[in-house]
């Protein structure tokens, strides 16, 4: 006789099971042990008001703050942050639970004005000559710069800006634009003001005729030798993570796509980019490639070399144009290299112009290095 091997395995099923009732006390009911595990969620800050979080996996929970839940069921689990108005969320993480182990899901929201702390340093600022894509303006030059500071993590963005300029209330992570020079400043003096600041520059009129109170310990421009020390974040090639590839916008720079919005990878329709969809720079600074161009202090000279090689900084009058750095979305891939330099008039509040603010790190200096940033976020 032939038997089925379905018919085999429901035979063999059964007696397993008439085996197992057989063996149990007149008051014991067999129970298939069930693989669990531990789950930690972590959310910081703990107490911020709207943020939350939910689980999804073979056992869903929802929740704020931070929390322990035992005896989760194995599996693949994601955990996906509410959003917080003002507030950076974190992405979404999705990770597998073990039997008996433990899973840990931290989520940290990040505002518009998290700022990092540089520390002084010296850098070569520019290009070499073999650099693809270079300019004339890019002589390569030493420069130092004694004293740190503490720059913007992020451009400023919709939000940030109407919040601190009485406009409309609104939620939206994308770059303000249409920012001239005299605006920048503006903003700047404002932000101080709201902070119980002494406000960093003089503004008497409009066009460029601004002063900058060096003592001063508001929010300000970054110089350019400041902000490509920034940028660079102590690497020495075309982009923060690497050469320059190709110079315009087809085919792709692998290295420019990781980092920056440019034509490469999005359409002039499209609109600037929210902040810190891309890898952020060595120094946790996002979009200093492409995405929009940023405002600095200096007024633009080709022969910048020329200018001290310590803490160098080019003061203008009124109408000078000033200096825009990082390139923006819609242009070639050569124009957001990190020693590429572009400059506009003061009063320009073009489509593609944005600013990252900075503040003097106005503590005493206890000597400087080569290429050194801190950890720490914050000073304001």
Not at 313 to 325: C, E, K, L, M, Q
Request: glycine share 12%.
């Amino acid at each position: 006789m032939v038997l089925s091997t379905r018919w085999l395995a429901s035979t063999l099923a059964l007696m397993l099971a008439i085996v197992m009732v057989a063996g149990c006390g007149d008051d014991e009911v067999p129970v298939a042990p069930l693989a669990t595990g531990t789950i930690v969620i972590s959310q910081s800050p703990g107490d911020l008001e709207g943020a939350g979080w939910s689980l999804a996996g073979p056992e869903d929970e929802t929740g704020t703050g931070g929390v322990l839940l035992e005896n989760m069921p194995i599996g693949l689990y994601t955990v996906t942050w509410s959003d917080v108005a003002g507030w950076d969320a974190p992405g979404a993480i999705t990770r597998e639970l073990a039997a008996g182990g433990l899973l840990t899901f931290t989520g940290t929201y990040l505002t518009d004005e998290v700022l990092v702390r540089i520390l002084p340093g010296i850098y070569a600022m520019g290009s070499p000559a073999e650099e693809p894509g270079r300019g004339d303006d890019e002589v390569q030059h030493e420069v130092e710069l004694t004293r740190g500071f503490y720059i913007s993590k992020y451009l400023v963005t919709e939000q940030w800006w109407n919040s601190v300029m009485d406009g409309e209330p609104t939620t939206s992570r994308r770059p303000q634009t249409f920012v001239s020079f005299d605006m920048a400043v503006e903003f700047c003096n404002a932000l101080s003001r709201r902070e119980g600041l002494t406000p960093a520059y003089s503004i008497h009129g409009p066009d460029g005729d601004v002063t900058w109170n060096q003592a001063a310990d508001g929010y300000r421009l970054p110089t350019e030798a400041e902000w490509e020390y920034a940028c660079r974040a102590g690497s020495t090639t075309a982009f923060a993570n690497g050469p320059i590839t190709h110079f315009y916008c087809e085919p792709q720079d692998v290295n420019l796509d990781a980092m920056g919005w440019y034509c490469g990878n999005r359409a002039y329709d499209e609109g600037p980019a929210e902040v810190s969809h891309k890898q952020p720079n060595a120094w946790d600074l996002y979009d200093m490639h492409g995405n929009v161009w940023e405002w600095v202090w200096d007024g633009y000279r080709a022969d910048y070399e020329n200018l001290a090689p310590v803490d160098p900084v080019h003061n203008v009058g009124s109408g000078a144009n000033r200096v825009v750095r990082g390139g923006n979305w819609f242009y070639a891939a050569r124009f957001c290299r990190s020693a590429d330099r572009s400059s506009g008039a003061p009063g320009y509040d073009l489509y593609y112009y944005g600013l990252r603010p900075v503040r003097s790190d106005l503590s005493p200096v206890a000597g400087s290095g080569s290429w050194q940033r801190s950890t720490e976020n914050g000073g304001r």
